[in-house]
Structure formats: C-alpha cells, structure tokens
C-alpha cells in the first residue's frame, strides 16, 4: 500500500457556530462546556485554560468565556481541560481533535463548544464498537472466501474475476489489523449524538442495537449523503451545520467500510468530500489533505493512473500555496515517485525521488529513519534504470543508518540486505550477492512463517544468484521453491508471478529444457499482458525472454517478433543509455539475420555497439555485440567489416563467440586450416553448439576436412 498522509477526521463533531460581523482584533473566545449525547446538559464547573488567557470554570449553562492577553484572531490556541470535577468526579474530552486545532476566531460571536464525557464512558462504549466492527470484518472476509471457493469450483473459471477476488482478499487479510479497528471504535465512540445528523444517528442506531454495520453502511448511501448535501446547499446560511454533518456521514461511511477493505468506495467518498470542500469554499488545506487521501486509496485500490491525476492535483496546489522547501512536498514528491514507478515510467520516478530527498537531507537529521526509507526508494529507481552503482551507493547509505537504530533481526534490515544483493548482483559481483542475500533469509527465516511472500522473494533473489553462478541445480531448487510458495498464497494472475515465472523459465533453459523454458515464459508473458501496462518494463523483459527461447528453438521469426515489441517499450521507457537497450538493439540485429534480413541485421548490429560504448566501454556484452555485428556483415560478404569487428570484439573478451566468427570468416576466404584452427579454439574455449556446426551454410566448405570431423566427434561424445 502507499503511505498514506497524516489527516484527523474532522466533523465528527460539530464545535463552531458563526453569527454576526467579524472585528478584525479579536481577543476572546466564547463556548459551552457540554456533556457528550445528553441532550445538551452543561458540564458545570470544569475548568478550562490556555497560556495566554485568564482561564475559567463553566458556568450553570455550561458556558465560558476565555479573554487573551497577546493573542488575536487567526493564532493558534493550547486548551487544555481539568480531568477533575467538583464532588471528585472526573470526565474526559471527547472532541479533542477539533480542540487541539481550534484558532482565535474573528469574531467574539464565534463559539467553540467543547464535549466532555464521564471518565471511562468513552472507552466502554469504544470496547463495544469495537467488538461488533471486529466481527463485521471477519464476517466480510468469509464471506469473499467462499465467493473464491465457488468460483474455484467452477468448471469453466473466469481467471480475470478469480484473479480480481484473490486480490480484495489478500487486501482484506492484510488490513484486518486490531489497533487500525480499535481506532475506528474510537471514532465512532466520539460522535456527539446530539449534534448529529439524522442519519449518522439512525446508522449509529443500527450498529448498537442490532450489530448491523452492512445497514449502517446502507443508511449512509452516497445517493443519500449526497441529496443531504444538495438539500444542505441550498440552505447554506440557515443550514451550515447540514452540510458539516454529511461530511460526517461520509467519514463515517469510511470508518465502515474501511473494515471491510472496500478501498474504491473510500477514495470515492474522500473525492466526494474534497468536491464539498471545494463548492462551499471552506479550508483549502484540508481539501488537499482530503485529496491526498482520495490518491491513496485509489493506490490501495490499484487504480495507478487515479492515483496519480489525484497526486499532481496535491502537488499544483501546494507548489501554489506552500515554501519550496516545505516538508509536506518531500511526502508529495515521494507519493508520485511511488505512483510513477508502478506505472513503469521509472524517469518520472527518479525526477520525484531527488526532490523528496533534497528537502528531506535538509529538514531531516542524517540518522533519520525516513531518511534512510528516501535512500532506499532512490536506490530502488536507480536499480530500475539500470544506474546499477548508484543503486548500491544508496543501498548501503540505506544499511548504514538502519544498522544504527534497528535490531539485528529487523525485517527492514533483511529488505535492505536483499537490496544490497541485488545491487551487487547487477554490478556481476556474485559472491558478495550471495552473502548478502543469504543473510536476508537467515533473518527472515526467523521472524516470518514459512510461506510469507517475503521469504519466497529471497529464494527467487537466491536462484537469479546462482543461475549467474552457474550451479544451475541450485537455481531450479530454489525457483522452485518461490514458485511453489507464489502459488499458495498469490491469486493465479498476480504480477509477482511474472518474475517467478520467468527465472523457473531461465532455470530450465540453463539446464537444456527448451520447450519447459517456453512453456514458464508463455505462462509469464500472459500474466504481465493482464495485469501491467502497455508500456511497462517487466511486460518488455517477459517478451525478451519469449524472443530468446524461440531463437533456442530455431523460430526467428517469432523470435524477431518478440524482440521489436521489447524495442518498442525500452526505447519510450527508458533513457538512450540503458544497458538492457544495448541489449535489445544486439538481440534484434540477430533476430533481423537470422531471417535474412542481413541490412537490417548490420544496422541493429551498429546501434548495439553504439549503445554499449556509451553505456560503458568496457561494457561486459560488447564483445558479443561485435562478434554478432561482424557475422551479420559475414552473411552480407562484407569482409573488411566483419574482420575489423571481430578484431575489437576479441580485443575485449577472446572467447568462443569470437573464434566461432572467425571459423566462418575463413571458411568463406576458403583458408581451410585457419578455419578449422579457430574452430578448434572456441571449442577449447567453451563452444558447445553441435546443431550450429551441423547446419551453419557458412561452414560447408570444411565439413570434409579431417579437423572438423575431429571436432564434430568430440563434441558428440560430450
């Protein structure tokens, strides 16, 4: 879930009534002091202060009245209410969040009554909101299993609506959190009966006599809600308190449906909240905060693109109301760096995350747990551009604050070893990789249960290490095990499983299992067509793989397919230097010869070398990218070129790719011994491939010499 912004619910409560004109130096403040749902009855002889005032007792009709010394209207107010009663009695406020913000008003007319109850009386009643909301929940997430049951039991399954329903409730599952329901009790335990609306009585009603919080929830319609509010409107002067009252309803539509997970409805009613807000004119900040909400859930819900139409509605009013450095933009920039990266645009992610870390490196001491949250959200997008030292750069500025203020088995300290794993991954150092992903499982194998979606991440991150180690046994034991814990807990179409997917794929191509390995891919490629963006990354990477296992299968022309639909999204989503650019520049080269195509092969095969040289002259696939260009001029008789390119790719790395395309080049200048020399090195060297020098037209000019037949057999006996 994204973080969500710091907003109390207002209008539980109704505290302010306006009369008269406003002075423009007020110093005093006015109200009653009034027991909680008891038909008005003045609390009598409580005490109320504030530092800058005479202070005061209420009086017979509960009232006070509060004259300051240095403040005016518009500052700020400290009250604070005596626990104690005369005749030892005790009570407690029960309005405190309007209290804790109440201002000086303009006008002396203007009064802020304050809600007190007996001591005690509002936990009782909390107690029992709290047990009915409790067994609404839980009634709620029983009834979506057994919706998923039946739909399991169907013979022909609807995976999209099967997908849709694991989703709300593994949502469910996670949010069925105690302290978030106790606060919800809370809440309700503070609503003043006597200043609510008809509705919000007739719901509270409902919840106490007959446990019904689906008809609490039924009374609180937003077709009622909102003809309460366009009744409420029109009346504004006489009815002020009307419209105040539906925004109460609507917050405590929230407070229901909360429990019951239902994230679309709540950002809907924060939407419909922050357009009354807006209508009516009233508090400008708080409509953002509303709005800041409306964008969370959205989230939640997982409608991205809502959310972030929602987040840069926030950010335009606050880059027009608030100082540039403002710590409320580092927690907006930071939710649209979120929003951003689950939409693939991981450009769009970065630009955010250095905003929110300038302000936060500025307001934030270096310790700071948020800050070490914003290093490692920068770390994250860097990884996801491909800027893989950064990546580890800020991976261990992460680590080195959360080693100073967690303790050893804390799991964000595992999430930030497995971080550090994969940065180290990246950079090709896979020992170091190993370490420290294993160190993220050692602490999340003690505190986790054994099939937590966090602990089948670590075996997925294990096998990707060993894969790149080359124990390719280990890499299937270990996919296998983060397959089979995705499949317990994960709906069928979860996008997790398009990266689980994927490397059991890679697992079974390493150990020569092709049709399993396009069989895992095709599975994968479904999943991230259903539950990614057009445009995503993960979607591009899912295609490259299907690309490789087709040109494995000797389909290039699905295989050249594949790798333009992979093209296609890299080059709008990421930047020109991006190494898996190079990449697919190189595979598409390939793919283009592999069809014929030689043109269109040796101009992929440029841009490959292009991008790769920019990206990092020592690039670890150059040497490859040469190789494949010089064989695409080969095929083209292009001989000049292809030497010069086989020239500089042996120059990088001598390896059997190299002395491969120098077999072809001096079959085709008919110089057999040098042929069949150069053939003879890649298989020292590691070339393994019989089908290619069986079927290579290219080599048919050595195929009676005396060395190939050697080599041939050799390999055959392997």
């Known amino acids: 879930m994204s973080p969500r912004p710091s907003l109390t619910l207002s209008g539980l409560i109704l505290v302010v009534q306006i009369f008269g004109q406003t002075p423009t130096q007020n110093n005093i403040l006015r109200g009653r002091i009034l027991y909680q749902s008891s038909g008005n009855k003045p609390a009598v002889g409580a005490q109320i202060k504030e530092k800058d005032s005479n202070g005061d007792y209420s009086k017979n009709n509960g009232e006070y009245r509060l004259v300051f010394q240095s403040k005016r209207n518009g500052a700020a107010l400290q009250i604070e209410l005596a626990a104690d009663m005369p005749a030892g009695k005790k009570i407690e406020l029960v309005n405190e969040k309007e209290v804790k913000a109440a201002k000086l008003p303009a006008s002396a007319d203007e009064m802020l009554d304050i809600i007190v109850c007996p001591a005690g009386q509002r936990d009782i009643a909390a107690q029992k909101y709290y047990r009915i909301l409790r067994t609404a929940a839980d009634r709620e997430l029983e009834k979506k299993k057994k919706e998923v049951d039946a739909l399991l039991a169907q013979k022909d399954k609807d995976y999209q609506q099967i997908s849709a329903l694991f989703a709300q409730l593994d949502a469910m599952q996670a949010a069925l959190d105690s302290a978030k329901i106790r606060e919800q009790a809370f809440s309700i335990a503070s609503i003043n009966l006597d200043r609510a609306s008809k509705l919000v009585q007739e719901a509270v009603k409902k919840i106490e006599e007959e446990n019904d919080v689906a008809g609490a929830l039924k009374i609180l319609s937003t077709d009622a809600l909102d003809t309460a509010y366009h009744r409420a409107s029109a009346l504004k002067k006489k009815a002020e308190q009307e419209i105040r009252q539906v925004i109460e309803g609507y917050e405590f539509r929230v407070s229901l449906l909360d429990q019951q997970f239902k994230y679309g409805e709540i950002a809907q009613c924060y939407e419909k909240i922050r357009e009354i807000y807006e209508k009516e004119d009233y508090?400008?900040?708080?409509?953002?905060?509303?709005?800041?909400?409306?964008?969370?859930?959205?989230?939640?819900?997982?409608?991205?693109?809502?959310?972030?139409?929602?987040?840069?509605?926030?950010?335009?009013?606050?880059?027009?109301?608030?100082?540039?450095?403002?710590?409320?933009?580092?927690?907006?920039?930071?939710?649209?760096?979120?929003?951003?990266?689950?939409?693939?645009?991981?450009?769009?992610?970065?630009?955010?995350?250095?905003?929110?870390?300038?302000?936060?490196?500025?307001?934030?001491?270096?310790?700071?747990?948020?800050?070490?949250?914003?290093?490692?959200?920068?770390?994250?997008?860097?990884?996801?551009?491909?800027?893989?030292?950064?990546?580890?750069?800020?991976?261990?500025?992460?680590?080195?604050?959360?080693?100073?203020?967690?303790?050893?088995?804390?799991?964000?300290?595992?999430?930030?070893?497995?971080?550090?794993?994969?940065?180290?991954?990246?950079?090709?150092?896979?020992?170091?990789?190993?370490?420290?992903?294993?160190?993220?499982?050692?602490?999340?194998?003690?505190?986790?249960?054994?099939?937590?979606?966090?602990?089948?991440?670590?075996?997925?991150?294990?096998?990707?290490?060993?894969?790149?180690?080359?124990?390719?046994?280990?890499?299937?034991?270990?996919?296998?095990?983060?397959?089979?814990?995705?499949?317990?807990?994960?709906?069928?179409?979860?996008?997790?499983?398009?990266?689980?997917?994927?490397?059991?794929?890679?697992?079974?191509?390493?150990?020569?299992?092709?049709?399993?390995?396009?069989?895992?891919?095709?599975?994968?490629?479904?999943?991230?067509?259903?539950?990614?963006?057009?445009?995503?990354?993960?979607?591009?990477?899912?295609?490259?793989?299907?690309?490789?296992?087709?040109?494995?299968?000797?389909?290039?022309?699905?295989?050249?397919?594949?790798?333009?639909?992979?093209?296609?999204?890299?080059?709008?989503?990421?930047?020109?230097?991006?190494?898996?650019?190079?990449?697919?520049?190189?595979?598409?080269?390939?793919?283009?010869?592999?069809?014929?195509?030689?043109?269109?092969?040796?101009?992929?095969?440029?841009?490959?070398?292009?991008?790769?040289?920019?990206?990092?002259?020592?690039?670890?696939?150059?040497?490859?990218?040469?190789?494949?260009?010089?064989?695409?001029?080969?095929?083209?008789?292009?001989?000049?070129?292809?030497?010069?390119?086989?020239?500089?790719?042996?120059?990088?790395?001598?390896?059997?790719?190299?002395?491969?395309?120098?077999?072809?080049?001096?079959?085709?200048?008919?110089?057999?011994?040098?042929?069949?020399?150069?053939?003879?090195?890649?298989?020292?060297?590691?070339?393994?491939?019989?089908?290619?020098?069986?079927?290579?037209?290219?080599?048919?000019?050595?195929?009676?010499?005396?060395?190939?037949?050697?080599?041939v057999e050799q390999l055959q006996k392997k």
């Open 283 to 711: 508090d400008k900040t708080q409509m953002i905060a509303y709005l800041s909400l409306a964008a969370s859930f959205s989230g939640d819900h997982g409608d991205f693109q809502k959310q972030l139409d929602y987040n840069l509605k926030v950010l335009d009013f606050r880059e027009k109301n608030l100082q540039p450095d403002d710590t409320l933009f580092a927690t907006t920039f930071n939710n649209l760096a979120f929003t951003y990266g689950h939409l693939g645009q991981h450009k769009k992610a970065m630009e955010f995350n250095l905003k929110a870390l300038a302000i936060w490196e500025k307001t934030l001491p270096i310790d700071s747990i948020k800050l070490a949250a914003s290093y490692n959200n920068l770390a994250g997008t860097y990884g996801n551009l491909g800027e893989y030292q950064k990546a580890l750069e800020f991976n261990l500025k992460t680590l080195a604050i959360q080693e100073k203020i967690l303790s050893p088995n804390d799991s964000y300290l595992a999430m930030s070893y497995n971080n550090l794993s994969t940065a180290y991954n990246n950079l090709g150092d896979h020992k170091k990789a190993l370490d420290y992903s294993l160190k993220a499982l050692g602490i999340r194998e003690k505190i986790l249960p054994a099939d937590h979606p966090d602990i089948a991440q670590s075996y997925h991150n294990l096998a990707t290490i060993y894969g790149d180690l080359a124990d390719f046994q280990k890499e299937l034991e270990f996919n296998l095990k983060s397959v089979t814990i995705f499949e317990k807990i994960l709906p069928a179409v979860h996008p997790d499983f398009v990266s689980a997917y994927s490397n059991l794929a890679y697992a079974y191509g390493h150990l020569g299992d092709f049709q399993k390995e396009l069989e895992f891919n095709l599975k994968a490629m479904a999943i991230a067509e259903k539950t990614l963006p057009p445009q995503h990354p993960l979607l591009a990477l899912s295609y490259n793989n299907l690309s490789t296992v087709y040109s494995r299968l000797r389909e290039h022309q699905k295989a050249l397919e594949f790798s333009l639909k992979v093209l296609a999204i890299f080059e709008e989503a990421l930047p020109p230097n991006h190494p898996h650019l190079a990449t697919t520049y190189h595979n598409t080269g390939v793919n283009y010869r592999n069809v014929g195509e030689y043109e269109k092969g040796i101009e992929y095969g440029k841009k490959s070398v292009d991008a790769g040289e920019a990206t990092n002259p020592k690039h670890p696939g150059l040497s490859r990218f040469y190789t494949n260009l010089a064989i695409s001029h080969l095929k083209a008789l292009q001989f000049p070129e292809a030497k010069n390119c086989l020239e500089k790719g042996g120059n990088l790395k001598a390896d059997e790719r190299v002395f491969r395309g120098w077999t072809m080049y001096y079959a085709l200048q008919n110089d057999k011994e040098k042929a069949i020399e150069s053939l003879q090195q890649a298989v020292t060297l590691g070339l393994k491939d019989l089908n290619w020098l069986e079927t290579e037209p290219i080599l048919e000019s050595i195929r009676d010499e005396q060395g190939y037949k050697d080599v």
